[in-house]
């Protein structure tokens, strides 16, 4: 069983915070995490290398320094890390980027493609379906369960009333919850060889497509602005009967031109 698994590198949104000028989000001096969805995709990869000897490789897209998230990635325990780099996927919005990395994915052999459900610094989720379309594969999203039952992928997908129970043909996509997956730590010995380990570089010529559908040329959107949330105002608190409470509501809301 062969599986890839896509992860980004993201800011620590503990950390984040926004130039109050330019609405950009300020990088300098924030460290960066493997994004959490991900995280937990891995970790799905990685439990099923363990009861099935899946072979897992790793990709992620981003600047040369994306490595440190490849280098976890050995840590925990994947086989096999790429790094997709280039000034030309610059600036990608979701769909180049899907582009690019559906195009990477076509040098590799594989069963099962994983994704997070999404990145927390663009919370989109339409990298991984927009891949499946790419390639087109059948896909599930939002999972938090998953096994393999004669030859077939058993798929316990979350839904905002429950949970539904799918099979799906393989090969496939999934999107993963983090919170469906607590990802293990890395051990020393795990660190240690992290470092000693290849990761492959690849370059624009790993990708068949054409220019205009790269990085920046290749993105239909653009953010316009970024900013805080502005901060609330105290409220007041009212302690009356119901009769005044009526009242007093219905004088707010014509104060606000409500009604």
């Known amino acids: 069983m062969k599986i890839v698994v896509c992860i980004k590198q993201v800011p620590d949104t503990t ?28 970790e799905m990869a990685l ?6 000897g899946a072979h897992v490789t790793v990709i992620t897209m981003g600047p040369p320094q994306a490595e440190l998230i490849l ?11 790429i790094l997709l780099t280039g000034r030309e996927f610059g600036g990608a919005d979701t769909l180049a980027t899907s582009h690019t990395i559906a195009a990477a994915l076509k040098n590799l052999e594989y069963d099962l493609i994983v994704t997070g459900r999404q990145a927390i610094d663009g919370d989109t989720a339409q990298v991984g379906p927009q891949i499946a379309e790419h390639l087109g594969l059948p896909q599930v999203s939002y999972v938090a369960g998953f096994d393999v039952k004669d030859g077939k992928y058993i798929v316990k997908k979350e839904t905002e009333d429950g ?3 799918l099979e799906v043909s393989s090969p496939a996509l999934m999107t993963v919850l983090a919170s469906a997956y607590k990802a293990r730590y890395m051990n020393v ?18 990708v068949d497509l ?28 009212h302690e009356v009967d119901p009769e005044q409470a009526v009242n007093l509501i219905v004088s707010k809301l014509k104060e606000k031109f409500i009604i």
């Open 189 to 206: 010995p795990g660190i240690v060889d992290a470092y000693n380990r290849e990761i492959e570089v690849w370059g624009v010529e790993k």
């Open 163 to 165: 949970y539904q129970m």
């Open 71 to 81: 280098r976890e990635a050995y840590a925990m325990g994947a086989d096999r890390a």
């Open 15 to 42: 950390e984040i915070k926004i130039n109050p000028v330019t609405g950009t989000l300020i990088r300098d001096g924030v460290p960066s995490i493997m994004n959490p969805d991900d995280k937990g995709g891995l």
């Open 47 to 52: 439990e099923l290398k363990d009861k099935y």
């Open 210 to 237: 054409p220019a205009e559908k790269l990085g920046l040329k290749g993105s239909p959107t653009r953010v316009n602005k970024a900013f805080t949330k502005g901060v609330k105002a105290a409220g007041e608190v």
